[in-house]
């Protein structure tokens, strides 16, 4: 994604060493706890190198932490109310929304993708496949004619449908091999449109956002994002320094166009609340939950479930999702052993946010031994 940006785009914004603002929601954390995780905050966000970023743990005895660090765009400071792209997190969202849409009987898991998508070749393959990444279809992104297509076109409109253009042969028999695609869950989204007959916002907002109160998601493309939204930050030039490319480009097609795989702009704590919601099977039925985990070996030490990481360390096992896009860097891992759900959003681009939140979620993890 940067090789794009970096042949389109230059501009350099400085950018801010703003202090975390800790935030204790219901009054239940002490203030040295709280400031255990602001300081923790502003460490990751210098560490990623990152201009700005939001977060929130949530603890299984219902205590929120809030906090944010850095700035969303030059002069603005990053706020906990600060909405930020979060990539690939989107795949648990729309996870969810299917299960949901086969829980309302709308569609079946095992559902073959030509019954909702006739125009797409998918031979042998269901929606099952397509939620475990276990498809073998291509990522739409791999192929070459990709990025100088949607270059072309990068503030212009490009609904998840164009990217289906790109897609090449299938590489595997569906269910045979574990391989990461985009596409599946481009797909999916357009199926989440059929059963639910309304667009992927509508119906993600009915039955995913609107029973778990999710007042600060929305879906780039589809939404008007009402929340302020952090600037995206690249190295445009290469000069080693952060450019903000929301100054020329607010809302760039390829996040646009990525649909149920990576069109979600949310805030931090209403991406842990779905998280503990949807990683905890409170969100589906048991059979649907017990569906959505039986795990597939992703090959480096880590499982896949329906959109779901699950990553055993030690005695724990962390179940989440990174997210990148053009600009922002995102995760969430939720803690099986101590129930905490924790969360970063930040606005840096390309930044593997896996062992960051780890940090957050094991100082968190203090907090919530000592109460």
């Not at 898991?109 to 475990?132: C, E, N, T, Y």
């Amino acid at each position: 994604m940067t090789r794009l940006i970096v042949s389109v785009l230059a501009i350099v914004v400085s950018t801010a060493n703003g202090q975390a603002v800790p935030e204790a929601d219901n009054g239940r954390l002490t203030s040295a706890d709280s400031s255990l995780l602001s300081a923790t905050l502003d460490s990751l966000r210098t560490a990623i190198g990152a201009a700005g970023a939001s977060a929130a743990v949530v603890f299984p005895d219902g205590r929120i932490w809030r906090g944010a660090s850095g700035e969303a765009w030059s002069g603005q400071p990053a706020l906990r109310q600060t909405a930020f792209d979060i990539g690939s997190i989107t795949k648990p969202f729309t996870a969810a929304l299917i299960l949901r849409l086969a829980q309302e009987g709308r569609l079946g898991i095992d559902d073959p993708v030509s019954k909702w998508i006739p125009d797409f070749s998918a031979p042998g393959v269901s929606i099952r496949h397509l939620l475990a990444q276990t498809s073998g279809i291509p990522d739409y992104a791999a192929n070459p004619s990709f990025l100088p297509a949607i270059r072309g076109r990068i503030m212009s409109p490009w609904p998840p449908e164009e990217n289906l253009q790109f897609v090449l042969p299938q590489r595997f028999r569906p269910d045979s091999v574990w391989s990461y695609s985009n596409t599946n869950y481009v797909l999916l989204g357009l199926v989440a449109k059929k059963a639910g007959s309304a667009s992927y916002s509508a119906v993600l907002r009915r039955l995913v956002l609107e029973p778990l109160a999710l007042r600060g998601t929305f879906v780039a493309g589809e939404d008007s994002i009402v929340a302020a939204r952090a600037h995206s930050h690249v190295d445009i030039n290469g000069d080693g320094k952060a450019d903000d490319l929301s100054a020329l480009v607010p809302d760039p097609a390829m996040t646009r166009g990525a649909g149920g795989a990576g069109a979600i702009v949310a805030t931090a704590i209403d991406v842990a609340m779905f998280a503990r919601a949807y990683f905890t099977g409170t969100l589906v039925s048991d059979s649907l939950h017990q569906a959505a985990t039986r795990w597939r070996d992703r090959g480096d030490n880590r499982l896949y479930g329906f959109g779901t990481i699950a990553w055993p360390v030690g005695a724990d096992t962390l179940l989440g999702h990174m997210g990148n896009t053009a600009g922002q860097s995102a995760g969430v891992w939720h803690s099986k052993a101590s129930g905490i759900t924790a969360v970063i959003l930040s606005n840096v681009h390309g930044v593997p946010m896996s062992a960051a939140v780890q940090r957050l979620l094991a100082e968190a993890g203090k907090v919530h031994s000592a109460r």
